[in-house]
């Protein structure tokens, strides 16, 4: 069973969890699937001053080291910070410039796979020659080619595997991340987590101390023939439980409200109340780790591996920036959709910090009907989203803001 209240409310943090006590993190995801392509460091730099002036908290940026894709996730030269998005002097301006704004720059972290510079045992690009962390075989999981141990998750296939089971590579890996936090990097964004076990992330996060971090624990949801179950409270405990791996240090990316949530929006309302009358993703039980999103460089942009339905993304961040959990906004909607989009999601930011909705607010849902569904947040935030006709009941109530298919009311 997941839970039902938030355990970290009995349980004083260790000092580093302060920032997850506080619970008003708004995060930007802060690139899409083609900005390798586009002078990256430069573009956000002359963006920091909106970034911060929107209310985000924190900005994620794409994997700032040298990578053997142009994306930077086939990572080779992790102490190299010259990429495709820019050289280690453009990058350590804008860190300058972002920490000047008291934005938080977010590292993405991709240490579940590594490509070797030579060839070793098997003939696979499994040795490090030549660059600093210059592991041999024995740093690669023996199910993608190497010889150290079995992995202690799910491969990630066609690349060699780093076996964090070896003291070795996590000596080596806890370097760097500290290394890192010295840059000007404050908080982490685990990549591929589900292929490395939980309690390493917990022995780097105590090791390295980010302010803030989140995994990508991204595994399918449950379908049956018509669609998506009703139910993922399995999805929802598989997260959970990640969580729990990183001794509850880390949040994790709340997938199962992005299932839920985009086909919620085409008609079906209903889902967005589980069986226990709470919100049915990772934030109905356990929203202070929980890192809400409408969609990612991954299910969005170019890639569309799951993308939100276009038409309904403004619903989509009328609930996640209304609602309990950690809001994360894409890029692509926050500056490549337009001035409108921009300005009503920075309304909906305003709105979650004036009236003081956090990761751990409480939901009362009223409605959850086919076409419809509202709810009150922190018994200070109204909102609904759908095209059925609604209105809280009660004068204190006042419009805050609206667009297409939705509305936020406050007192």
Known sequence: MGFTNDPSDSNQQIDHGAVLRNGKEIVLQAFNWESHKHDWWRNLERKGADIAKSGFTSAWLPPATHSFAPEGYLPQNLYSLNSSYGSEHLLKDLLQKLKQYKVRAMA?????????????????????????????????????????????????????????????????????????????????????????????????????????????????????????????????QRIINWIDGTGQLSTAFDFTTKGILQEAVKGQFWRLRDPQGKPPGVIGWWPSRAVTFIDNHDTGSTQGHWPFPSNHVMEGYAYILTHPGIPSVFYDHFYDWGNSMHDQIVKLIDVRKRQDIHSRSSVRILEAQPNLYSAIIGEKVCMKIGDGSWSPSGREWTLATSGHRYAIWHK
């Open 108 to 236: 993405d972290i991709v240490i579940n796979h590594r490509i070797g510079t030579t060839k070793g045992h098997g003939g696979m690009y499994n040795r490090y020659d030549g660059i600093p962390l210059s592991w041999d075989e024995r740093a690669v999981t023996s199910c993608t080619g190497g010889l150290g141990n079995k992995s202690t998750g799910d491969n990630f296939n066609g690349v060699p595997n780093i076996d964090h089971s070896q003291h070795f590579v996590r000596k080596d890996i806890l370097a760097w991340l500290k290394w890192l936090r010295t840059v000007g990097f404050q908080d982490f964004r685990f990549d591929f987590a589900r292929g490395y076990s939980a309690k390493y992330v917990k022995e780097y996060i105590e090791g390295a101390k980010p302010l803030f971090s989140v995994g990508e624990c991204w595994d399918s949801c449950s379908y049956n023939s018509h669609g998506l179950d009703y139910n993922q409270d399995s999805h929802r």
